[in-house]
């Protein structure tokens, strides 16, 4: 077998090893038959016709009902991962009549997803009314945009202030990133067949040159693809080692270091493996390499920092001229699935720091991916935050301490759509590049965007990252350690009377529970009343403004309820109203005094912390 065969060979058998990680824990191990390992052979040689025949013949002998709805589970994966969706469907469906135990919050938003693509919308809206109830879809962010995409609830109008227009280089293989090689623009084009959902790597990527300009491109744009693309080595090209060239790059200003998501490939086999997670023999990491002194090729390239077994590091972004980076991991500490990254070298260490999750404004429990820094915008993909359905295209601003306190924005139709819409490359604050899968004819290309205001201007209310339920549920780092027992100011009775604010109690992160200070103060309320005439009290609850809209209302809710009830378990019988108002966004006096009150620590400001005066309850005398 020759190099590039073996390399092919490898990077399809790390492929296919992705599906480990969509499996719930719950999944057993199972012998496999004859015919699926011969279909495991052909699916990693990318003989997919014959392999996917083979599998369709190994569900037919399978005697075990239990096996053959993993074998259904399996197939309707790959399935879906080489955009049959028809196919994937109907095994996708067989699998949950036998054991819907299989599914993860990821299947069953594929599975939509897949009827969708078919046009099977009404067949879709039956399975989401069938799993609405249970608990892992109805807080899973990503699950509430596939609903809003098979519903259209967002009404997408295309904005007058967006024009987006499709390049003409695109073709029937995968166009999925747009980089610079100093002010030499140049896109990548993965030759596989495979399509994974994450979007997380791309198997056999070859790099061109992007010439065209961005009014040819607009003017251009409905044009046929062109033939004779640029040579796969041209230039600069021929630097960059084949082994690197499995997705996005990033180089330091002086084009001498060069940081890439490589696949690192573990115990080799040819199996198509679908066990439980934790027996994934592969990761992804951030390699860099450097230019020799002597001639143009790059150094042998290593880990740019320690990165933990079993996880997944990609999308290196550098900038802070080459001594920051952002990428995307699901390393252990975060908030779940993919979250976004910062380290900074070291010029006295001679290594970079320990990386600093970026914070729940941004991170949620789905995933995060392909960060961009352009003019202290912030501009990334996210799956778990409010969107039209699969990954959009987010913006934040962002300075030296990280991300600035404030919304996410979410770019509008025509920039975001109902399918994936994962990558944008900024030239300017009114140009860009993005791509976007919306063509299911054409899989992955890229489109010119052209906006009246600058690129990451508000339009609308801002979203926030994470619920506070499911950065507690979901969320390492809130698990060690970053809730907080709130100190309560001191605040009398007889000061607030006469403005009509009595009382004003705060909370814990993700809690309604009342504290031992808030206890004391209520006790205190109590035992004060006698000396005030109340015609009725009105319990005001609050959140703040980390989470989704219809969470925190509930929560804020369940706050004003745990005052008021504790007020009736002591007896207290006057008339009582009961509001929960959402999300309160502080006033900058009030984030300046919380943040005097909690220095920056050296991973940013701990906005949990800052955001304590928004998460309360205020009592009023009506």
């Known amino acids: 077998m020759t190099k590039k065969k073996t390399q092919i060979f490898l990077s399809a058998i790390a492929f296919l090893f992705l599906l480990v990680g969509t499996i719930p824990a719950v999944a057993q191990e199972r012998n496999t038959s004859h015919t699926e390992r011969r279909a495991d052979r052909n699916f990693i040689r990318q003989k997919f016709d014959k392999a996917m025949s083979q599998y369709e013949t190994a569900i037919k002998r ?16 790959l399935y879906f991962m080489l955009r049959n969706y028809a196919s994937s469907s109907e095994h996708y469906e067989k699998a949950l009549e036998i054991n819907d135990d299989l599914f993860s919050v990821d299947d069953l938003c594929n599975y939509v997803d897949a009827l969708r693509f078919i046009g099977e919308d009404k067949k879709a809206e039956g399975i989401c009314l069938n799993n609405a ?49 100093g002010n030499k623009p140049f896109y990548a084009m993965s030759f596989s067949d495979f399509n994974d959902p994450g979007k997380l790597f791309f198997h056999r990527t070859h790099y061109y040159a992007l010439d ?51 696949l690192e490939y573990g115990k080799t086999k040819t199996t198509v493996d679908v066990a439980d997670k934790a027996t994934r023999p592969f990761r992804t990491q951030l390699l860099y390499s450097t230019l020799k002194h ?8 290593q880990p740019i920092f320690p990165q933990e077994s079993g996880f997944s590091y990609a999308h290196p972004y550098l900038y802070n001229d080459g001594n920051s980076l952002l990428f995307a991991s699901d390393m252990p500490g975060g908030y779940g699935g993919f979250d976004l990254y910062v380290t900074h070298y070291d010029g006295y260490a ?85 791509v976007s899968d919306r063509d299911p004819l054409s899989r992955d290309d890229i489109y010119f965007l052209r906006t009246i205001e600058e690129l990451g201007a508000e339009q609308g209310q801002p979203f926030y990252g994470m619920s506070e339920e499911a950065a507690v ?34 909370f814990d992160f993700d809690s309604y529970v ?60 006057v008339p009582f109203s009961v509001t929960g108002h959402g999300r309160l966004k502080l006033s900058e006096k009030e ?24 998460r309360r309850v205020e009592i009023y005398n009506k």
């Open 212 to 262: 065209e300009t961005d009014e040819e491109e607009m003017e251009d744009a409905d044009s046929k693809p062109k033939k004779g693309k640029t040579p796969r080595y041209y230039e600069y090209f021929r630097r960059i080692p084949v082994d690197l060239q499995n997705g996005p790059l990033s180089f330091s200003p002086d084009m001498r270091m060069m940081v890439t998501t490589v």
């Open 473 to 506: 549920m979901g969320g390492q780092l809130l698990l060690s350690g970053m809730t907080e027992t709130v100190v309560p100011e001191s605040v009398t009775l007889q000061e607030h009377a006469p403005k009509g604010l009595l009382l004003t109690l705060y």
């Open 350 to 434: 001679g290594e970079w720091s320990t990386p600093v999750n970026l914070g729940p404004q941004v991170n949620t429990e789905g995933d995060e991916i392909f960060p961009v820094l352009y003019d202290d915008r912030l501009i990334f993909s996210s799956n778990g935050l409010p969107g039209y359905g699969g990954y959009d295209l987010f913006s934040t601003f962002y300075d030296k301490d990280g991300v600035v306190p404030g919304g996410v924005i979410h770019f509008p139709y025509p920039v975001n759509s109902v399918f994936n819409d994962y990558y944008m490359c900024p030239l300017t604050l009114h140009t860009a590049y993005f």
């Open 591 to 614: 984030v300046n005094e919380e943040m005097s009150r909690y220095p920056w620590t050296e991973g940013g400001v701990d906005w949990v912390r800052v955001n304590r005066r928004a």
């Open 62 to 77: 399978e005697e075990s009902e239990l096996n053959r709805a993993s074998m259904h589970m399996k197939t309707a994966r």
């Open 514 to 573: 009342l504290s031992p200070e808030s206890i004391d103060r209520l006790n205190h309320f109590i035992s004060e009343m006698g000396h005030y005439a109340f015609n009725e009290l009105v319990f005001d609850g609050y959140a703040d403004e980390i989470g989704s809209e219809q969470y925190n209302y509930q929560l804020s809710e369940r706050r004003a309820m745990a005052v008021s009830d504790y007020l009736r378990q002591h007896k207290v019988m």
């Open 294 to 301: 002597r001639g143009n090729r790059y150094s042998k390239y």
């Open 133 to 181: 109830y249970k608990n892992i879809y109805s807080h899973y962010q990503r699950y509430q945009n596939t609903l809003d995409a098979l519903a259209m609830r967002h009404a997408i109008v295309e904005d007058p202030g967006y024009i987006a227009k499709k390049l003409s280089i695109n073709g029937p293989k995968s166009e999925f990133w747009v980089g610079n090689y």
